[in-house]
């Protein structure tokens, strides 16, 4: 990918103070429009970050991902097809901040992340995490959370009533809320979306959860101090990976 025109590999083992060539440029520099930025974080195969840019050709997307080889997937798929509104940044996404100015980024996407049950300050919904998006993103800025993990999507929502956080929609089965009341077309669009992974929970039976909201800039943030029940699971063919029950 390192010849690809969209593809950014930033230095990510070896990040200092010094500042980011597109931080503050992305428009400019890199889409050469105005059109909103939106970040898919984590984005693996590029599933998302491809299939949103083709839904929303006014917006701007950029998959961030520190796995340059399941991105490459999404990067020769967009560039193959000529999308002018994509692009990635491969880098560690608990360094994003170093990589956009205030107010650069529109949108959030997180789709099917790691719940990291263990921890949560490595939970992507975590507000370790949320206070470094506040640091690029709009004021009431949208957040999207698409997954299989019952964890993550409880956990989220602890998170979001702790913080008094604006919810646009909310669902722990996505494709049965959405099929049944259809009163909102951009997250019926998004049903053609699939992931690799996604397929595979729908196959096995399991809900897909979606969390829309909004980030404020101001207001100190706080963890939820709540139990939440484990995930019997942990990823696809793969066992739990500890004897715990529930976790904070």
């Known amino acids: 990918m390192a010849s690809y025109p969209h593809v950014v590999e930033a230095p990510f083992d070896a990040l200092d103070d010094r500042p980011f ?77 170093r990589f956009f100015a205030p107010d650069e980024v529109s949108e959030l996407w997180l789709t099917f992340s790691d719940p990291q049950m263990k921890k949560a300050t490595k939970r992507l919904t975590s507000t370790y995490f949320l206070e470094r998006y506040r640091r690029f993103l709009v004021d009431g800025g949208l957040v999207h959370v698409k997954t299989d993990s019952p964890f993550l999507f409880t956990y989220t929502n602890y998170m979001i009533e702790a913080n008094r956080l604006p919810v646009d929609f909310r669902s722990d089965d996505l494709y049965h809320t959405v099929l049944a009341t259809g009163n909102d077309d951009e997250v019926k669009r998004i049903l053609g979306i699939q992931t690799y992974y996604e397929q595979q929970w729908l196959a096995r039976g399991l809900t897909i959860k979606y969390l829309k909201f909004r980030l404020p800039q101001t207001g100190a943030l706080v963890e939820p101090d709540v139990e939440i029940e484990l995930d019997s699971y942990r990823s696809y063919n793969r066992s739990k990976r500890s004897s715990l029950t529930t976790s904070k």
């Open 21 to 97: 060539p597109l931080r503050g440029h992305w428009h400019e520099d890199f889409f050469h429009n105005d059109r909103p930025i939106v970040l898919e974080l984590g984005c693996g195969r590029g599933e998302y970050t491809v299939g949103l840019g083709r839904l929303f050709p006014d917006k701007n997307f950029i998959g961030v991902d520190i796995k340059g080889a399941r991105m490459w997937s999404g990067a020769t798929e967009s560039l193959r097809e000529g999308m002018t509104n994509v692009g990635f940044l491969r880098t560690r996404i608990e360094f994003i901040d």
